[in-house]
């Protein structure tokens, strides 16, 4: 079975769960994940995990900063019931903010702050998703919580759209970002371009398009030549290698005596990822094989 990672740069009105299982059909595996869900109007990096790159994700998620970064774009004076243009309008006013207003606001808005996601969003509430609820025609209440916006800039105009870079941490929802930012200049604002450039440590210049897998595949290319191998993205967890003897012992389960400090460790067999392993009282014990 091929696994790996294909780093993908999604294009917008794809939803991520269906980006994921095109690619993994072109492989022909029924095997994948992914990391970050993107919302279906949203692009850029997400990344893809094909078959046994799947068990790696928690270790993926656990062992890289949880720093998003995305540019995004909105315009002020209507708000829709999504926050972004894919939605239906439900206020307008004729208040659009000065440049010095917005940059007054978005200074408000960095460091850690307590944040209402949208009420579409994948947010459990009552058991059921925010947004399967909304759909039904029930009011949801969804708490604010905290996010960290570690960076956030405006970027300038370009007719009616005002342009923004943010650095934020994992839960933090841009289309809210951008509803904050009109509500401190007590106006309304709509999204209506989000494009991720960094999750997990995945960035965008390592990240393909669609159309050039599926042309690759075509025209009898061979997709793996852009997928990343099984360990991609794994940090900086150091390296243990094994012989034949210990790595086949270490794959049914059983412990290894080793002299290393105890943690985390990537375990080899020469060349061959064998998966995440812990050192504890000088025993390699496995975490996670392949």
Not at 160 to 172: A, I, L, V
Not at 208 to 235: M, T
Not at 250 to 279: H, P, S, T
Request: hydrophobic share 40%; aromatic share 8%; proline share 4%.
């Amino acid at each position: 079975m091929t696994s790996g990672w294909i780093i993908l740069d999604k294009d917008s009105g794809l939803f991520s769960r269906t980006a994921g299982g095109r690619i993994a059909s072109m492989i022909g595996t029924k095997k994948f994940g992914h990391i970050g869900t993107l919302d279906p109007m949203a692009t850029g990096v997400l990344p893809i995990a094909i078959g046994d790159a799947t068990k790696m994700i928690p270790w993926v998620e656990e062992q890289n900063p949880h720093i998003k970064e995305y540019l995004f774009s909105c315009q002020f004076g209507f708000e829709t019931d999504t926050l972004d243009i894919t939605g239906t309008e439900i206020a307008r006013t004729d208040k659009v903010p000065s440049e010095s207003d917005v940059l007054g606001a978005i200074g408000q808005l960095v460091g850690d702050i307590m944040q209402v996601p949208p009420a579409y969003s994948a947010i459990h509430v009552n058991g059921a998703r925010a947004h399967e609820l909304v759909r039904r025609g029930h009011a949801v209440d969804i708490p604010a919580r905290p996010v960290t916006i570690y960076e956030l800039e405006f970027m300038g105009k370009t007719g009616d759209s005002w342009q923004f870079r943010t650095k934020c941490s994992r839960g933090t929802y841009v289309r809210s970002i951008a509803r904050d930012i009109a509500k401190k200049c007590e106006t309304v604002a709509t999204v209506d371009m989000i494009r991720r450039t960094l999750t997990n440590g995945f960035d965008i210049k390592n990240a393909v398009k669609l159309d050039f897998l599926e042309n690759l595949v075509n025209n009898g290319g061979d997709l793996r030549q852009v997928l990343k191998p099984l360990d991609f993205g794994l940090g900086d967890i150091p390296v243990l290698n094994l012989d034949d003897k210990d790595a086949a012992f270490y794959k049914n389960g059983g412990f290894i005596k080793v002299a290393q400090k105890e943690g985390l460790y990537r375990v080899y067999n020469n060349e061959n990822f064998v998966g995440i392993g812990r050192v504890d009282d000088e025993n390699l014990r496995p975490k996670r094989t392949i």
